[in-house]
């Protein structure tokens, strides 16, 4: 059961990894398959040691909006808490800004877009 503060956010790269949960989140967050139209994926070179030594890479996925529905990402949709999407918030770099996105599945979830686009 999903209680009044929980959220949903849609993860397509290393907030889906189990090591990356256990540290933010203390624990796996189960999650449901997604979409997320107008957006392609795209690289970004980390340079955050601790962000680095959790994913275990220095190049992570980012999304690039196209505008285009047909262009999807797939990802997971995951039901966390306000105090794990604060968590989320402090591991993603600059590079990332958190935004509400309507999903394929018409419900609208928090999503690390590129900051500034």
């Known amino acids: ?5 929980t959220v949903r ?12 949960q256990r540290s933010l989140f203390g624990r796996e967050v189960p999650g449901t ?3 997320l139209p107008g957006y392609l994926l795209d690289t970004v070179e980390i340079t955050d040691p601790h962000v680095i030594a959790l994913s275990g890479s220095a190049h992570h996925p980012i999304l690039r909006p196209t505008g285009d529905p047909a ?3 797939r990802g997971t949709a995951l039901q966390i808490t306000e105090a794990d999407l604060a968590a ?10 958190r935004t509400l996105a309507p999903l394929a599945s018409g419900t609208q979830a928090w999503v690390y877009a590129p900051a500034g686009a």
Do not use: H, K
């Open 88 to 97: 989320a918030d402090a591991y993603e770099v600059d590079d990332y800004a």
């Open 9 to 20: 956010l849609f993860t397509y790269g290393t907030l889906r990894q189990p090591e990356v």
């Open 1 to 5: 059961m999903i209680d009044s503060s």
């Open 33 to 35: 398959p997604e979409e």
């Open 71 to 73: 262009d999807r990402v």
